[in-house]
């Protein structure tokens, strides 16, 4: 499933470093922290790939 704007795609990157242990826990908040815990790191991986262009920075 990839992801369906920038913000998305960027707390998916943030949650999936935690998940690896490249990050502190911790410093995750909002969607990165809830996606942390809720994702597999296969998924986060899915989500943290998607290409950036053309993704709206928000979703509406």
Not at 13 to 23: D, I, M, N, S, T
């Amino acid at each position: 499933m990839p992801a369906k704007s920038k913000a998305q795609q960027k707390a998916a990157g943030a949650a999936l470093a935690a998940k690896r242990g490249e990050a502190d826990k911790d410093d995750l908040f909002g969607a990165s922290k809830d996606m942390a815990r809720s994702m597999t790191e296969a998924e986060l991986e899915e989500l943290a790939s998607t290409k950036r262009k053309g993704l709206p920075r928000k979703k509406d």
